[in-house]
T-cell receptor, first 117, second 117 residues
């Protein structure tokens, strides 16, 4: 079955540690995205990538890093510089139909819930 | 100012009632796209609909219908004869060309719908 997988589902981290969240898709989608969701809030964009080996910062990139070495994979590292990392993290992907990705439908993975102890 | 406003934080209805979820957006672009997503308790966002700014036709899909009115910058979502399985958080989102981040979705804060048996 085609889809987007995220692992792990739950992740616990001690303060000061870096942690990497996995996102894999087998939909052959060009673009991939990382969002953060806090309770009672909408999703906020962390990073996105429209092509392998290239990515751009979203609205809240500070304290996060990403890589896009393969089309299928877009891991997110939450670094110790992120002041308040406890949140629900969602990965998404889309086919780029329109120039720049305007209006392309994004499909989401099941999410990873990160808790800092 | 918020670009996507979902003024209803929480709505509670009894099964079989009709319910409308409001979405008001703000953009200066003439070409833009609007989306609705459903987030059930499992956490994964499920795509429901995409509408471009040039298509103001209302859409119906089973018990779901959407009313797009550019004159009031609204894209409201109605569930007819609601069911317990409709209980979820519903997000409205905007994709616009402004600022160069064309593919990115701007989310409202969501409306939590509870359907009681």
């Amino acid at each position: 079955d085609g889809g987007i997988t995220q692992s792990p589902k739950y992740l616990f981290r001690k303060e000061g540690q870096n942690v990497t969240l996995s996102c894999e898709q087998n939909l052959n989608h060009d673009a991939m995205y990382w969002y953060r969701q806090d309770p009672g809030q909408g999703l906020r964009l962390i990073y996105y990538s429209q092509i392998v080996n290239d990515f751009q910062k979203g609205d809240i990139a500070e304290g996060y890093s990403v890589s896009r070495e393969k089309k299928e994979s877009f891991p997110l590292t939450v670094t110790s510089a992120q002041k308040n990392p406890t949140a629900f993290y969602l990965c998404a992907s889309s086919i780029i139909v329109h120039s720049g990705g305007l209006g392309d439908t994004q499909y989401f993975g099941p999410g990873t819930r990160l808790t800092v102890l | 100012a918020q670009k996507v406003t979902q003024a209803q934080t929480e709505i509670s209805v009894v099964e079989k009632e009709d319910v409308t979820l409001d979405c008001v957006y703000e953009t200066r672009d003439t070409t833009y796209y609007l989306f609705w997503y459903k987030q059930p308790p499992s956490g994964e966002l499920v795509f429901l609909i995409r509408r471009n700014s040039f298509d103001e036709q209302n859409e119906i899909s089973g018990r779901y219908s959407w009313n797009f009115q550019k004159s009031t910058s609204s894209f409201n979502f109605t569930i007819t004869a609601s069911q317990v399985v409709d209980s979820a958080v519903y997000f409205c989102a905007l994709s616009e060309a402004d600022g160069g981040s064309q593919g990115n979705l701007i989310f409202g804060k969501g409306t939590k719908l509870s359907v009681k048996p």
